[in-house]
């Protein structure tokens, strides 16, 4: 008798956990989104602002894109909000800065200054 269905072991779906709604396997999407492209542009690959969308860390976001063109970088800055993306990233308070896979800055929101300094160390 199993009441509540103790004692049966449910089967374990593997979901498609891919951000991108792809059909690539877990393995496959943890490559990808640990690895820069390899297209420096004055020493830097990716920029990437994780968030859980709230509205400081959308404020993040639009701080770091106007940076990024004020500086004049030639780089997309990618806006990360899959929670299971960021905790691989090791970051436990948002927004955060991410880059060259890196992890710069979490948990506040950088005025322009303060990304500018982190972009050009």
């Known amino acids: 008798m199993s009441l509540f269905n103790f004692g049966k072991k449910k089967e ?51 701080n770091v894109k106007q940076t990024v063109r004020n500086i004049g970088l030639n780089i997309e800055v990618e806006y990360i909000t899959d929670m299971q993306i960021i905790m691989e990233y090791g970051v436990m308070s948002m927004p955060a800065l991410v880059v060259n896979e890196k992890v710069v800055s979490q948990g506040k929101v950088l005025k322009e200054t303060d990304i500018k300094k982190i972009l050009k160390s």
């Open 12 to 62: 374990e779906k593997k979901e498609n956990s891919c951000a991108r709604s792809c059909t690539c396997s877990a393995n496959e999407v943890k490559e990808k989104t640990n690895e820069c492209c390899g297209k420096t542009v004055n020493g830097i690959c990716c920029i990437k602002v994780l968030g859980a969308g709230c509205k400081s860390c959308h404020e993040m976001y639009e």
